[in-house]
């Protein structure tokens, strides 16, 4: 039997986003902003700052559309496999150029579908504000005609958190840009929405 594409396996995510929204709302209770700027239908990146394990269920939670997240491929080794690959994940091997995860992500965009990435390429456990961005995001964008939507998370994961927020930027098109150019706007529209989130985060203590 053939192995099925990200883009195929899209069963598992109708059947299991709706309970785990649920779950998510009620115990971390965030605020989302601006997800209108998520676009309903077409070619989309979603592309976030990355502080957590759960960062992409603010995502999942902010639009019905199917979200095929970048997950490294360790999350595929365990005994979780099942889940990962049922829910559309695309695996990517972080110690390498991974031209089959490149391709699966953009056969996804060409469908129209959403990918979601976090360009810093891990969490982000440093004093940093941000982790510097791999091109990744805005190069799967640029050729694919992509819109990208930057994303910007601030807060912290605790039931009934008061803090933790996504804050959606207004999305944009890599395609007259260069690679440099993109990843470079990309990165100052994801700063300039953490910022905002922590300076309305003090602004509440």
Request: hydrophobic letters at 40%; proline letters at 5%; one cysteine or more.
């Amino acid at each position: 039997m053939p192995k099925k594409n990200p883009e195929d396996r899209e069963r598992g995510y109708r059947l299991f986003m709706p309970l785990m929204r649920a779950a998510f709302k009620a115990y971390y209770s965030p605020k989302i902003i601006n997800k209108e700027n998520i676009p309903a239908e077409g070619a989309v990146v979603i592309a976030c700052n990355h502080v957590h394990l759960f960062d992409q269920c603010l995502t999942i939670m902010a639009t019905k559309r199917i979200i095929h997240y970048m997950a490294k491929k360790e999350y595929f080794d365990g005994k979780l496999k099942p889940f990962f690959e049922a829910m559309g994940c695309i695996a990517v091997d972080r110690q390498t150029t991974d031209i089959k995860s490149v391709k699966a992500a953009m056969k996804v965009l060409r469908r129209s579908g959403a990918i979601g990435i976090f360009p810093e390429g891990t969490r982000n456990r440093t004093d940093k504000l941000l982790l510097d961005f791999k091109p990744g995001a805005v190069a799967i964008a640029k050729k694919t005609d992509a819109y990208i939507v930057p994303c910007g998370l601030t807060g912290e994961y605790k039931f009934r958190s008061k803090t933790l927020t996504v804050r959606y930027g207004e999305p944009f098109k890599a395609t007259d840009m260069t690679v440099e150019e993109a990843n470079e706007k990309l990165y100052n529209e994801i700063k300039r929405l953490v910022l905002e989130g922590k300076k309305a985060e003090k602004a509440t203590k």
